[in-house]
């Protein structure tokens, strides 16, 4: 399995700084054939379901706000709030869909 | 746009099997276009894919719950299924049906997501 590692497990920002989100794949989930990273981000707020925000690495889902922003290729990746709001106080999972699914520990935001 | 619905029964008693169904509306579960997933979440830890179903039965299985997990679809309901046997405490856990897309395959990113069924394992 391709075992995903977040850091920090949890982050302090103040309202309208930037957060930013990191995640490392112990294998490259770049796939060469189509030159796509393998690689999803999720919000998730107490008692919801995960919602989807990035895939392929740096793509915004529909209706996700365009502060919202997914960087990084093969093993080392980002996920960038650039200006917290404080409804993005949630918990957010990075995930490799390049073989069979794992998620990170996950990265607790909160508002300092 | 497809909604998916979990139901079964929250307690289940160890070393008994859990037994959960997802319900697809806004879809049909028959389509060639979707796999259909199953994802679980303990209380307050992380994610942990549990297995993916295509149309035609073929199952794909988190190799660390393969020896226990069973997944299964009926079209005729428009719903589909998983089974967890000889179930412990560490099985209690959310438990989410999602559709995994994307890759075209079992593995995907997983969106929608049904709102989640907590299933605890005690007697």
């Known amino acids: 399995d391709i075992v995903m590692t977040q850091s920090p497990d949890s982050l302090a920002v103040s309202l309208g700084e930037r957060a930013t989100f990191n995640c490392k794949s112990s294998q490259s989930v770049l796939y060469s054939s189509n030159n796509k990273n393998y690689l999803a981000w999720y919000q998730q707020k107490p008692g919801q379901p995960p919602h989807l925000l990035i895939y392929w690495a740096s793509t915004r889902e529909s209706g996700v706000p365009d502060r919202f922003s997914g960087g990084g290729s093969g093993t080392d990746f980002t996920l960038t709030i650039s200006s917290l709001q404080a409804e993005d106080v949630a918990v957010y999972y990075c995930q490799q869909y390049y073989s069979t699914p794992t998620f990170g520990q996950g990265t607790r935001l909160e508002i300092k | 746009q497809v909604q998916l619905q979990e139901s079964g029964p929250g307690l289940v008693q160890p070393s008994q099997t859990l037994s959960l169904t997802c319900t697809v509306s806004g879809g049909s579960i028959n389509s060639s276009s979707y796999y259909w997933g199953w994802i679980r979440q303990p209380p307050g830890k992380g994610l942990e894919w549990v297995g993916s179903i295509f149309y035609g039965g073929t199952t794909y299985l988190n190799p660390s719950l393969k020896s226990r997990v069973s997944m299964s679809a009926d079209p005729s309901k428009n719903q589909f299924s998983l089974k967890l046997t000889s179930v412990t405490a560490a099985d209690t856990a959310v438990y989410y049906c999602?559709?995994?897309?994307?890759?075209?395959?079992?593995?995907?990113?997983?969106?929608?997501w049904g709102q989640g069924i907590r299933v605890t394992v005690s007697s």
């Open positions: 999602g559709i995994p897309r994307g890759s075209g395959s079992y593995s995907g990113w997983f969106d929608p």
